[in-house]
């Protein structure tokens, strides 16, 4: 953005005012100009904010809707139009038609309310417009960077001397430590060389079947193929089954390749489920392999009291994936790679051009990750961090997870809705009527009838799914577990209160019966 005088501002060339040229700058405001579009524009948002606790969460558009709505066919303008104008519109739009991951019912995926700081930082952020690619281009934000990275390693139980950096989120996060370990494990110069050098040697990834789908991607991405990747299985609590990755790797020793990561998860995405770290830091140590751990969403919890004892293992990892959109309430993007050893993101991603001319004796951070020019993420982690401290970081995230137990109780004594599991901050459940439950008296039959009725329930619980997300009153969304269909609330957001939890089982069971109905109705079934 362009700051010129008012006085300059749609004036035309003027000679008197400049011995230089006078330029027309359609994207100028003053700093009057700004001062009111830029109130006008808080405002809004202040009621908006306001009022989302009484919208719908979803809006059902299709996307022929929205695109009618955003006369979606029509060409660029040729024309400019006023900011004032154009904003008030996009904010309608934005308000009237999106599903609001910040309203106190929305329970889906791993998605958190955003923090009004962090949307106010990401102004400032953006007014300064820092390059935090070198030191040179952006001191202070590199240093911020530098000390959020420090902060958010000290909250989880992570040496603070560590390396790190922001990214896009948890993906991203996960990719960068995959890269760094890539570097470390390889015995030959694999950033030079490929992984078809004639001295390279097979790479192996190991994680449990449980493991988000960033770990495909990054293998593929990194060139080793997503058939590198050994899926260890699980136990019963979907945790990593420790036996079975000590066999996997001892496999692939006999087979000359190299273990490139074993990966852990703190938190797993569909149930919350932590790796038993410690046992897998006590595996990677003897035979020398880096251990990852996947904490984009759980990791945050190792600050809270009583969560899983295994959270206290985060420091023994190489390298940790923290996503600061999801437990820390940063409004997207924001993630975080923290990595023991700084050389190694400088093993895996420096270089050094001729065209750039920075010192070495201060971060760059575009020798620690993939990015060159990097926006300045990190300052609404910053704020936000200091804006709640430690103890309110405890408390939110605490809360959280208060309240998907409270949510499991509610539903372990809801007759019509079958616990499944609890970890963390996410339930699972479904909905089961009264004539399927186990305990019905005309229910027990033979195990194909068992078979049945476990696939008739996947198809209502699906079904029930897009119900509850088309009803605008909650939204949750969906997990596999052990082959059951489940319904998944998850719990990040600092806008619920106990009144929104409750009133979750109420509303599955009511749109449960009403789909279980239609689902049976002769019609349907016919
Ligand atoms: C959310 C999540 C990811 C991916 O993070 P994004 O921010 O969506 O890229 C990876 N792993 C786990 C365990 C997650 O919960």
């Not at 040179?136 to 390693?153: D, G, K, M, S």
């Not at 496999?251 to 703190?266: F, K, N, Q, S, Y």
Request: a negative charge; charged letters at 20%; proline letters at 6%.
């Amino acid at each position: 953005m362009t700051m010129q005088p008012e006085s300059v501002r749609g004036a035309p060339a003027s000679a008197s005012q400049s011995s230089d040229v006078e330029r027309e700058v359609p994207l100028a405001m003053s700093p009057a100009e700004f001062r009111r579009v830029g109130r006008g524009l808080v405002d809004r948002i202040a009621g908006f904010l306001e009022s989302v606790p009484e919208r719908a969460v979803a809006r059902n558009g299709s996307p022929q809707s929205v695109r009618a709505l955003l006369r979606a066919g029509e060409s660029l303008p040729d024309e400019g139009a006023d900011a004032d104008a154009l904003l008030a519109a996009a904010a309608n739009v934005l308000f009237d038609h999106s599903l609001f991951n910040g309203h106190p019912r929305f329970f889906g995926y791993i998605t958190s309310s955003p923090a009004p700081i962090g949307m106010l930082g990401d102004l400032l952020a953006a007014a300064v417009n820092a390059n935090v690619g070198a030191w040179r281009l952006a001191p202070v934000a590199t240093e911020i960077e530098a000390q959020a990275v420090r902060w958010i390693a000290d909250l989880i139980g992570y040496p603070e001397d560590t390396g790190g950096l922001f990214v896009s989120g948890g993906n991203m996060a996960n990719m960068v430590g995959l890269f760094a370990a890539r570097t470390a494990a390889a015995d030959w110069n694999v950033r030079t060389h490929g992984l078809a050098a004639p001295d390279a040697r097979a790479l192996r990834v190991y994680a449990s079947a449980e493991t988000h789908t960033w770990i495909q991607k990054a293998a593929d991405l990194a060139g080793i193929g997503t058939d590198a990747i050994r899926w260890i299985p699980t136990d019963a609590d979907l945790r990593m089954d420790t036996g079975a990755l000590r066999a996997a790797m001892a496999r692939d020793a006999e087979t000359g390749a190299i273990p490139l990561m074993v990966v852990g998860t703190a938190g797993s995405v569909s149930t919350g489920a932590v790796d038993p770290l410690f046992d897998i830091a006590e595996i990677c140590r003897e035979a020398g392999v880096w251990f990852h751990i996947d904490g984009a969403y759980g990791a945050i919890a190792a600050a809270v009291p009583g969560t899983p004892r295994d959270l206290e293992a985060l420091h023994l990892a190489d390298s940790v994936a923290v996503d600061p959109h999801k437990w820390l309430y940063a409004p997207l993007e924001a993630g975080c790679i923290l990595v023991r050893n700084a050389q190694a993101l400088r093993g895996a991603f420096a270089y050094h051009p001729p065209y750039y001319h920075f010192g070495e004796e201060a971060t760059n951070y575009t020798d620690y990750g993939p990015q060159n020019s990097r926006g300045f993420r990190a300052l609404k982690v910053w704020l936000a961090l200091q804006q709640a401290g430690r103890k309110g970081y405890v408390r939110m995230v605490g809360d959280d997870i208060r309240l998907s137990e409270r949510l499991s109780s509610l539903v372990k004594s809801s007759p019509e809705l079958q616990a499944i599991t609890q970890g963390l901050s996410i339930t699972t459940f479904r909905y089961v009527p009264r004539d399927l439950q186990v305990e019905a008296p005309d229910n027990v039959g033979t195990a194909q009838q068992a078979r049945a009725t476990e696939s008739y329930l996947n198809e209502l619980n699906q079904a029930l799914l897009d119900e509850i997300q088309r009803s605008g009153a909650t939204f949750v969304s969906n997990a596999v577990v052990h082959g059951r269909y489940v319904l998944r609330p998850c719990i990040v957001n600092f806008n619920t209160r106990q009144s929104d939890v409750d009133a979750l089982p109420e509303i599955v069971v009511r749109l449960g019966r009403e789909v279980d109905a239609m689902l049976r109705s002769p019609l349907q079934r016919s």
